[in-house]
């Protein structure tokens, strides 16, 4: 019957998503979100649940947040180093899981 629908298997796997060319990408697109555009999602967020910054805007917001990194302020690196670690998890993981070819 040619107008017949037939079922796809779509199998999507960490092998599939992360492979060791593609990791390099993730990690520095991860860690360049946590660096550059997390603080202004947070900044956005902080407005609209807590209301204008005290130091400005998010210009000032970004230059707090790059002082504070450069002072070695535990709190800005995990904000800047969140992304990446999620990833990197993400990477060590699908590396551990057995394969599930079948």
């Given at each position: 019957?040619?107008?017949?629908?037939?079922?796809?298997r779509l199998t999507v796997t960490i092998e599939s998503v992360?492979?060791?060319r593609r990791d390099r990408f993730w990690l520095l697109a991860a860690?360049?979100?946590?660096l550059?555009?997390?603080p202004f999602l947070v900044h956005i967020t902080g407005v609209?649940?807590?209301g204008k910054y005290a130091g400005?805007?998010?210009?000032?917001?970004f230059a707090s947040y790059l002082r504070d990194l450069f002072a070695l302020h535990w709190y800005s690196w995990v904000l800047a180093l969140g992304p990446?670690?999620?990833?990197?998890?993400?990477?060590i993981l699908g590396r551990r899981?057995?394969?599930?070819?079948?």
């Open positions: 019957m040619a107008g017949t629908l037939r079922p796809v992360m492979n060791p860690l360049l979100f946590g550059v555009a997390l609209y649940v807590l400005g805007g998010a210009a000032a917001f990446l670690l999620i990833v990197a998890s993400w990477r899981a057995p394969s599930s070819r079948g």
